[in-house]
């Protein structure tokens, strides 16, 4: 039987994250049921019981380290795969309200099942994409703060995410180490869905885990209704970037 509850707790605390032991047995069931139906759902290539703890589980939980969420602040885990970062952070927090987006069916499942067997009771999963689920009017703009742990660049992440958050509320990207870079480079679509970068928070993952930038966006002002675009759109013409075998041409705030 694997036994994340030790060395999760030692690490976690490394970096100033307190975890109970209620929380760490959770986290232990959460890598079963994760390494468990990988080969069926293909959750993950990190299966390595020491990278999980660090690359899944604490860098997920890092996320507190960015942002300080409000008590009882209602989540989205935008492109959540395998339930990261949400799951572990609704372990942690058992006061947040989480929503997890994920587009695969297959993974919707996954989660689905997961969740509840976990006794995660106030997750909500939509298996949908995230461009469609921030049209309907009972989730656009109505979260406190919206999480993505996603590859796609940050303009591309603004334009999906951001319609779904609050005026007032926050946006946290979680990127690597080129992470401020990457956020210049968006700033026009920041500004065009309502966003500004608040700040760049930079950690260094334990036992080689690499290192992270955290991009904090906080929302200033309402999405454009045209925002986002059709699916599929943001990440082929990313806002304020030049399209694919394009030269010079781009979207912005202003077409």
């Known amino acids: 039987m694997l036994q994340t509850d ?3 707790a030692a690490i976690a605390s490394a970096l100033g994250i307190a ?4 929380q760490e047995r959770q986290f232990g069931r959460f890598e079963r049921l994760l390494l468990g139906a990988n080969q069926e759902f293909n959750l993950t290539r990190i299966t390595e019981h020491q990278e999980v703890l660090v690359k899944h589980f604490l ?3 890092t996320c507190l380290l960015a942002l300080d969420f409000p008590v009882g602040a209602r989540v989205v885990d935008v492109g959540s795969g395998g339930g990261f970062p949400g799951i572990p952070l609704t372990i942690s927090r058992a006061d947040l309200r989480m929503t997890l987006i994920e587009a695969s069916q297959k993974k919707a ?10 006794g995660l009771d106030g997750v909500e999963v939509v298996g949908a994409r995230a461009e469609d689920v921030a049209r309907q009017a009972r989730y656009r703009e109505a979260f406190d703060v919206a999480v993505a742990r996603a590859v796609g660049h940050l303009a591309t992440l603004a334009e999906v995410c951001l319609p779904l958050v609050r005026v007032g509320g926050w946006f946290v990207a979680m990127k690597g180490p080129e992470g401020e870079t990457e956020a210049d480079e968006a700033a026009l679509a920041l500004t ?3 966003g500004r970068m608040a700040k760049a928070v930079k950690v260094s993952l334990p036992g080689g885990g690499g290192a992270r930038t955290l991009v904090v966006v906080a929302k200033e002002a309402g999405t454009p209704e045209k925002y986002p675009r059709k699916a ?3 990440q082929k013409r990313p806002l ?3 399209g694919p075998g394009r030269t010079g041409e781009s979207e912005t705030a202003g077409r």
Do not use: N, W
Request: aromatic residues 4%; negative net charge; charged residues 25%.
């Open 6 to 8: 030790d060395q999760l």
């Open 19 to 22: 975890l109970t032991p209620e």
């Open 59 to 61: 860098d997920s939980l």
């Open 109 to 118: 499942v996954f989660l689905e099942a997961t969740t509840r067997r976990l």
């Open 192 to 194: 065009a869905v309502g």
């Open 232 to 234: 599929g759109i943001p």
């Open 240 to 242: 304020g970037r030049p």
